[in-house]
């Protein structure tokens, strides 16, 4: 799987991507992640990417021709999103449809954005990470190499680890415990102690189930409530807490 990523900060980026879970998916020829210095095609001697924009305002913003430059020297893999708080916000199901993908690539903004041209024109798409204001796309580019990179088959050391993930099935994880058994007094929950395989899953559906409930009823909601199994497991008193 290849992704391009074109900013004016490769190395925050390079850097990131080099080390973990991304950096030995890389190693193992899992992910190609490549990484493209805007900065290489500028053509004055300051090697200049901004300028102020047309029409006046606060701030610069990045000049097209060494983004159009730049993107057309790789032909990247598309679709190429442009990182910014306008596009499709990602979320778990996005993540998991560009995992099956081929590949894609991202353009990072900077200062006051793009000028529109590479948005209009250029890019395919664009993307958010949330509704927030960041100071460039290069933090956006690592939470779409992360999210993204964990789901590519063969990343996860054990593959079966993001399938009852949060967000998955349109609910929260169940909680996770490991060794001490015991610990300033708390206790592991002694059913996920008990080696019965039936009981332990059926109660940490429940767990997740009221975790959900309580943190993101939202996402109940968005499942169309809860089913009768679930209610029945919720009031089921051998499922306790
Ligand atoms: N003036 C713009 C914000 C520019 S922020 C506006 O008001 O919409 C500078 C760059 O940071 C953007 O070009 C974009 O690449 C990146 N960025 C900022 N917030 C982001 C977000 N929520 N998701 C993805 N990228 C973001």
């Not at 993908?101 to 793009?114: A, D, H, M, Q, T």
């Not at 680890?161 to 967000?167: K, R, V």
């Not at 001490?180 to 940490?204: K, Q, T, Y």
């Not at 309580?214 to 109940?220: F, G, Q, Y």
């Amino acid at each position: 799987m290849r992704i391009d990523v074109f900013t004016i900060f490769p190395d925050m980026v390079s850097g990131f991507a080099g080390q973990s879970l991304l950096g030995r998916a890389t190693a193992k020829g899992l992910l190609d992640v490549r990484i493209h210095d805007l900065r290489e095609h500028t053509t004055d001697v300051h090697r200049t990417v901004d300028d102020s924009p047309f029409g006046g305002g606060a701030g610069m913003v990045l000049r097209p021709e060494p983004i159009y430059a730049s993107v057309e020297a790789v032909d990247p893999p598309r679709p190429l999103f442009l990182l910014g708080p306008g596009g499709r916000r990602l979320d778990q199901a996005m993540a998991q449809e560009l995992a099956n993908s081929g590949g894609f690539s991202l353009l990072c903004g900077r200062y006051e954005g793009v000028d529109d041209r590479v948005r209009t024109d250029l890019c395919d798409g664009e993307l958010s990470i949330g509704d927030y204001v960041l100071g460039g796309g290069e933090v956006a580019s690592m939470v779409v190499l992360e999210a993204v990179g964990r789901l590519v088959p063969g990343v996860m050391g054990n593959s079966a680890s993001a399938g009852d993930e949060s967000f998955s099935d349109g609910l929260l994880e169940y909680p996770q415990f490991t060794k001490p058994a015991e610990f300033r007094g708390m206790d592991v929950p002694e059913v996920l102690r008990s080696g019965d395989h039936g009981r332990i899953a059926r109660w940490r559906r429940v767990r997740a189930l009221e975790r959900t409930l309580a943190s993101r009823p939202d996402l109940i909601e968005a499942r169309g409530g809860l089913s009768e199994d679930e209610q029945a497991l919720l009031a089921d008193p051998d499922l306790q807490a």
